[in-house]
């Protein structure tokens, strides 16, 4: 069973810009969630999705969002970049809460 | 509000001794409990998980972890370390009553010399 794929990998933006990230889950799961990890905030959860419905949102700003299809494909799209935002993003997945949740190996954006 | 805590930032081992990360949490009702590693450059990966049952909880790679209500911990422990085994190591939790997220420590940077 293919893991959990995100794209791109890579990503390099400037200030003011807006970047979109895509997350594949793994087949047959049904939750996709967003984290947002820095070597100084550690691993900081954006959303979670279930069924194409948002189910729980971090604190986080509103250019921060999120979709989900009904294919269980995921989006997290971030608007009016800052520096700030440089970060690894991190999609994981999973069957339902109760389950552990698989990784993908994370886009890294640069926000210069 | 759920937390977790993570008291050492890096654990010192010599490869073959037993090893042991610790991790506390704290939640309102009954937790589900988790371990992932986390590679340079790499996602996480899951290690184990405590739901129900038996408080002695084996994983991948060797690794097992405790549950400890009274305690509110979770420690996870190796009996021999392995070069290999040096990673960034999370311990993550959800309380199963409540449609909250899953929980995250700071991590702990686990590093094995030969």
Redesign the interface.
């Known amino acids: 069973k293919a893991g959990?794929t995100q794209t791109p990998r890579y990503l390099i933006k400037t200030r003011g810009q807006q970047v979109t990230l895509s997350c594949s889950p793994i087949s047959g799961h049904r939750s996709v969630?967003w984290?947002q990890q820095t070597p100084g905030q550690?691993?900081q959860?954006l959303f979670?999705y279930f069924s194409e419905t948002q189910?729980?949102k971090?604190n986080f700003p509103g250019r921060f969002s999120g979709r989900q299809f009904s294919n269980s494909r995921s989006e997290m799209n971030v608007s009016t970049l800052e520096l700030g935002d440089s970060a690894l993003y991190?999609c994981?997945s999973s069957y339902d809460?109760?389950r552990?949740?698989?990784?993908?190996?994370?886009t890294?954006l640069t926000v210069l | 509000a759920q937390s977790v805590a993570q008291p050492e930032d890096q654990v010192n081992v010599a490869e073959g001794n037993p090893l042991t990360v610790k991790c506390t949490y704290s939640v309102s009702g009954n937790p589900y409990l988790f371990w992932y590693v986390q590679y340079p450059n790499r996602g996480l990966q899951f290690l184990l998980k405590y739901i129900t049952g038996d408080n002695l909880v084996k994983g991948s790679y060797g690794f097992e972890a405790e549950f400890n209500k009274s305690q509110t911990s979770f420690h996870l422990k190796k009996p021999s370390a392995l070069v290999s085994d040096s990673a960034l190591y999370f311990c993550a939790v959800r309380d199963r009553g409540s449609q909250g997220n899953l929980i995250f420590g700071k991590g702990t940077k686990l590093s094995v010399k030969p």
Do not use: T
């Not at chain 1, 552990?100 to 994370?106: A, L, S, T």
């Open positions: 959990v969630s984290y550690g691993l959860f979670e189910r729980n971090g991190l994981a809460r109760e552990e949740q698989f990784f993908g190996p994370g890294r």
